[in-house]
C-alpha cells in the first residue's frame, strides 16, 4: 500500500535519479492539499453513516427497479449488501484521500470486483452512480466545513467509477 510520495520515490528510485521540479511539484502539491484532504478525512469519519444513508435513498428513488422484485438490491439480505459495499467505496476513498493514491483502492477494493459484480448480476452502471452520488454529498459536506477547494475529494470517487466502469473483465 503506497501514498503519493512512496509512489514518487519508487519511481525516481528505480532509474537512480535525483527528484526533479516535475517530481517537487507534485510533492508540494501534495502538501499544499494536505490540510483539506485531512479535513475531508474527518468530515468523512464523523458522517459516515449519515452519508451511507442518504446516498442509498438518493441511488433507490433514481433507480428505484433496484429494490423491486428482480432488482439486485432486492430483499433485506440484498439491500444490507448494497450499503454495505456503499460503506466500504466510502471508508477505503477516506483512505485514498489522505494517502493522496488510489494504490489503496486497486489492492483493497477493486480487485476482482468486476467479476464479482458480474457473476453475481450486480449492476455496475448503478453502483457507479451510487459511489457518484456520495462523491457529491461528500463534497457538500466538506464544503460546509470550510474546505475551499472541495474538488480534492473528487478523486478517489472518480477512480473508483471509473475502473469500475471500464476496466474490461
Ligand atoms: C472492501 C472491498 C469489498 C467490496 C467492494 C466487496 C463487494 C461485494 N459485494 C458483494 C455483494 C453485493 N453487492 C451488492 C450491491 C448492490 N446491488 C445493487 O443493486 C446496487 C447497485 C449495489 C449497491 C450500490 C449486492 C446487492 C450484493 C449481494 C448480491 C447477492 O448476494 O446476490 C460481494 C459478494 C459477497 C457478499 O455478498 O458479501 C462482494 C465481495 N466486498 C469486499 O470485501
Redesign the pocket.
Known sequence: MRDAVTTLIRTYDNTGRYLDQNALNSIKSYFDSGLDRVKAAAVISANASEIVKA??SQ?FEQ?PE??RPG?????T??????????D??L??GSYALVAGNSDVLDE???T??RE??NS????????V???QIMKEIVKAKVAEAGVTDASVVEAPFDYMSRELSELSV
Open positions: 446516498a442509498g441511488l433507480v433496484l429494490i432488482g439486485n438490491a432486492y430483499t439480505r440484498r439491500y444490507a449488501a448494497c450499503l454495505r459495499d456503499m466500504y467505496y471508508r477505503y483493497r477494493v477493486l476482482g470486483l464479482t459484480y453475481l448480476g450486480v449492476p455496475i452502471g448503478s453502483t452512480i451510487g459511489i
